[in-house]
């Protein structure tokens, strides 16, 4: 037989090798032992968890070249299929079929089995023929049981390895070898593909993939315009009717024209498709009309590049661009929709520009303004024009300019426009940045103005001028059983407090002046939560800067003006060097704030200020004055629910955690401060331990006693003995002494002849324990 094998699964040429099943399945039969423990692997990063395990591995047939990517697949000798839900008598369902073996995968618990199955094959099958024979045989003995992607041809299989105190199972049975023919003979025609079984979170899957993608039509930008002016069918038929043909026989479906298989792609709602074909390079991926003529036309320019490049900057993304820029039917639509847009509000089909906007043909800039200020409430902003739209203020400089030209016609000039801007901009209200970003005892939300002080609910209006809004319906009936059960789960007892820091980032006072870190391993839900967040407060209101950005660069802090949250997963555990703008941001202290090529501006701070992270961030400055700041939430539970993930971010759910920070806020303002329950006031206490060595020493070591005398020089040397036990740098005496007389307010100093003792501080333990051998 012939297999395929790499060292690592980065590897970018594999190694063809012919081996026999018996030598084959020896090598499987041996696991590699690796040092860290279930519980240890189970708490670390997928990124962590995918370098443990790759040991190298195989692929179960020969490829063109060494390449492992779709329509390199020469042929396939065996088929490997991953139970990662497999039932516990999985082996007595296969055992008796087969000539094949099971074994465990790194992930795979007794209580939670996880089997990768591999199949001897009577004949080499080929890159087509393949997923079709997997998937039958899937059907056959439970289609639920296996991992939904584990059909693909390229899929690379690791060799055995199992944590230091893992189970490791193996069992191999010789039944015979299956025969590819007569599974294929299964179907009344094995190359429809629509005819292939798939599981029932296949399905869900692909509904719920459309569902969290913007609809094509409402892009912004070059895509929207392409998906508006090209359907995916219109896409195909004329960008790709080389690559995909109409099934006559299925409606709604295409093939792939290289492969044997036909009916793979499934055409959703004339906006997206879904390709089955195993060979084709957009397999397995939900495409609007752009990406789909982008990854066959140019998809290969990206070979080279990071894997971590954002789409928008990917050489592919680039060349079609481009394509589509210079697409005459393309420039038609865009034409036709900026045009319809402005006539739409202006009906400039009825102006007369001479008549409008001149006296005697000199051109009068007032004319324009006021023409323009008759259809739109506008205001100044850091001398920028910006006006209402949507019940909030926006930029409108670039609209200004669109409208303007398309009225002017014949009669447009640069300077024309200019003129008309700078009057506008000389008549309207002139905003401060912080006026426009403070919204008061008001909360601006998508279907109208909420009074915080009164609940009262109004429409909105143009006479309050913010830029700031909440893209959240308010439904005073509304509920989230989603993000209830996700909140139960994983913070259950500090739910009060994620109600109220929510309800404190609606607010622009910075009155209790905290900031929030989400504290535990991962996997337990911090970067879930802050997803919601950020789905609920919006793009346009969060930014997304590190802590320890925020105090080293100082064009940072320009990114937190004008929004209501920072929200930053799993910040850096790298020490934080000066902290003093963090005390300013999260004070709404007012800061000088800088963006590259751009003049300084000063405002004063209403982001609210999130993190997560798996480490305690150590800190130069352990004053009162920084940990007061913090509220430390523990994420102290699993979240691994995939199917309750998909709920939580709905427009309903967002809805009804609006009603929950509007209670939490209400709470808030009652108690004048947050809630602290036990496991946030003993998290704020461990980490003020852990990064402050000698608030830690003189917590665990000392306490107060009338009666006891303690020598003050013999205190600081046993505080810096500890230090070097521990590993951290001790701070200097002046620090020390201060440290004590905080943490011990009743302590009192006096001189004898011996030297300078603490009166009323007791040492739990003998001071010489203390000393470290140098």
């Not at 670390?44 to 492992?68: C, H, N, P, T, W």
């Not at 704020?684 to 020598?711: H, I, N, P, V, W």
């Amino acid at each position: 037989m012939k297999i395929a094998v790499a060292n690592n699964r980065r590897e970018k040429y594999w190694r063809n090798r012919e081996m026999s099943w018996d030598e084959f399945t020896e090598k499987l039969s041996r696991t590699y032992r690796t040092s860290e423990t279930v519980q240890e692997y189970r708490k670390l990063s997928k990124a962590r968890q995918d370098e443990i395990k790759d040991i190298g591995g195989f692929v179960g047939g020969y490829l063109k070249d060494g390449r492992r990517k779709r329509g390199y697949i020469k042929m396939r000798s065996l088929l490997t299929l991953d139970a990662d839900y497999a039932s516990t008598d999985f082996w007595s369902l296969v055992k008796d079929r087969f000539t094949c073996c099971i074994y465990s995968t790194h992930k795979h618990t007794s209580e939670r089995p996880r089997l990768r199955l591999v199949i001897l094959l009577k004949r080499p099958v080929t890159e087509e023929e393949y997923p079709a024979v997997a998937r039958m045989v899937a059907k056959d003995i439970g289609i639920e049981m296996f991992d939904d992607t584990t059909y693909e041809p390229t899929r690379l299989m690791y060799w055995p390895s199992t944590s230091a105190d893992g189970e490791f199972i193996f069992e191999k049975s010789g039944a015979g070898a299956l025969d590819a023919d007569e599974i294929l003979a299964m179907y009344d025609d094995w190359r429809d593909s629509s005819r292939w079984p798939v599981s029932e979170r296949q399905k869900k899957l692909i509904k719920s993939s459309m569902d969290k993608q913007a609809d094509p039509l409402e892009k912004p930008g070059i895509v929207g315009v392409f998906c508006r002016t090209y359907s995916i069918d219109a896409a195909i038929e004329k960008f790709l009717s080389d690559i995909y043909e109409p099934c006559d026989h299925v409606p709604g479906r295409y093939s792939y024209i290289p492969a044997d298989s036909t009916a793979g792609v499934v055409v959703y709602d004339r906006k997206f498709a879904y390709s089955h074909h195993a060979s084709d390079p957009v397999c397995g991926k939900l495409c609007n009309a752009f990406d789909l003529v982008r990854l066959h036309k140019f998809g290969n320019m990206d070979e080279a590049v990071d894997e971590n490049t954002p789409v928008g900057k990917l050489p592919s993304f680039v060349a079609m661009q481009q394509l589509a820029e210079e697409d005459g039917e393309v420039q038609l639509v865009k034409c036709q929709e900026r045009r319809q847009m402005i006539e739409d509000d202006f009906r400039e089909s009825a102006i007369n520009p001479i008549k409008m906007f001149f006296d005697k043909k000199k051109f009068i800039p007032m004319y324009m303004a006021d023409w323009f200020l008759n259809h739109y409430h506008a205001i100044v902003i850091n001398d920028e024009l910006y006006i209402y739209n949507g019940g909030r203020y926006v930029n409108g400089e670039r609209l200004f300019k669109e409208k303007c030209t398309v009225a002017l016609s014949s009669e447009y000039q640069t300077s024309r426009i200019n003129e008309a801007l700078n009057y506008i901009k000389n008549t309207v209200e002139l905003i401060t940045p912080d006026d426009a970003i403070n919204t008061g005892n008001f909360l601006n939300l998508k279907n109208g103005i909420l009074n915080l002080d009164t609940y009262e609910f109004k429409p909105h209006s143009p006479e309050i001028k913010t830029t700031i809004q909440v893209p959240v319906q308010y439904d005073p009936k509304a509920q989230c059983p989603a993000i209830d059960a996700f909140l139960e789960m994983v913070v259950a007892d500090n739910i009060a407090v994620i109600e109220e820091m929510v309800g404190f980032c609606l607010i622009s006072s910075m009155k209790y002046e905290k900031a929030f870190l989400f504290h535990g391993d991962g996997g337990n839900g911090k970067g879930t939560l802050i997803a919601v967040l950020q789905n609920f407060f919006g793009a346009e209101n969060v930014s997304n800067v590190a802590l320890q950005a925020l105090t080293e660069n100082r064009f940072y802090a320009a990114e937190l003006f004008g929004k209501m949250v920072n929200l930053h997963a799993d910040i850096p555990n790298r020490i934080i060097e000066d902290s003093s703008l963090f005390k300013e941001l999260t004070s709404g202290d007012r800061i000088q704030a800088e963006r590259k090529h751009k003049p300084p501006f000063s405002f004063c701070n209403r982001a609210k200020l999130i993190f997560s992270a798996n480490e305690f961030s150590s800190s130069k400055d352990n004053s009162v004055g920084f940990h007061r700041r913090w509220v430390t939430i523990p994420f102290p539970k699993k979240f691994t629910d995939r199917e309750l993930r998909e709920r939580l971010f709905s427009e309903a759910e967002m809805s009804g955690l609006l009603l929950r920070a509007l209670r939490g806020l209400e709470r808030l303002k009652k108690q004048d401060a947050f809630s602290e329950p036990d496991s946030v006031k003993n998290l704020a206490e461990e980490y003020r331990r852990k990064s402050d060595s000698a608030y830690q020493f003189l917590k665990e070591y000392c306490s107060l006693d009338s009666e006891c005398k303690t020598g003050k020089q013999e205190l600081y040397d046993a505080y810096r003995d500890k230090c070097r036990e521990w590993g951290c740098l001790s701070v200097s005496q002046a620090n020390f002494n201060g440290k004590v007389r905080m943490i011990f307010p009743g302590v009192t100093e006096y001189r004898k002849a011996s030297g300078r003792k603490w009166n009323g501080l007791k040492m739990e333990v003998e001071i010489s324990d203390f000393s470290v051998e140098e």
